[in-house]
């Protein structure tokens, strides 16, 4: 159990947690490349963890403005995309399929990064931290452009999992 008593705590309580959602994407990020067939979407994975080293980077600025050590706290909604993401990287069955599959581990991942970097931006709003609202936003445009990124990409990459058609279903 934590104690928070200020919005201002809450701020740096969810710079922690986000700092955590990141470093573990730098984890996971180069194991879904190398699961990835699609050529586009094993690129998509390898910038994408080129992005994440520097929300890191600025994630470290945000501490610094606030004063306080570059630390997080286990984030578990992260802890469970990856375990999802995980998942999609040991699916058995075709290719396409499985490129689907990552794609909307990614897409999972990028929507909870613009939730909880939009929640941390409104805190920050709130206490006054013009400065580090403007780092905030940043991440979170760069964020929303690789989601949209992503929903292009998943067009084709479902495409071609989609012309894959089994003799028999085999749903179980
Ligand atoms: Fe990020
Ligand atoms: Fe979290």
Known sequence: ??????????????IRDIYDAEKQLLKALPKMARAATNEDLKKGFTSHLEETKNHVVRLEEI???????????????MD????????????EGPDAIRDACLIGAAQRVEHYEMAAYGTARNF???????????????????????????TELSNSVNEDANMLVPEKEDVD
Do not use: Y
């Not at 159990?1 to 969810?14: F, K």
């Not at 995309?81 to 999609?88: S, W």
């Not at 920050?124 to 990124?149: F, M, N, S």
């Open 1 to 14: 159990m934590s104690t928070v008593n200020s919005l201002r705590e809450l701020l740096i309580d969810e």
């Open 63 to 77: 501490f610094e403005k606030l004063g306080v050590p570059a630390r997080g706290k286990s984030c578990k909604a």
């Open 80 to 91: 469970g995309l990856v375990a999802e993401g995980e998942e999609a990287i040991d699916l």
């Open 124 to 150: 920050a709003e709130v206490v006054g931290e013009a400065e580090v609202v403007e780092l905030l936003q940043a991440t979170l445009d760069e964020e929303k452009q690789t989601d949209k990124i992503l």
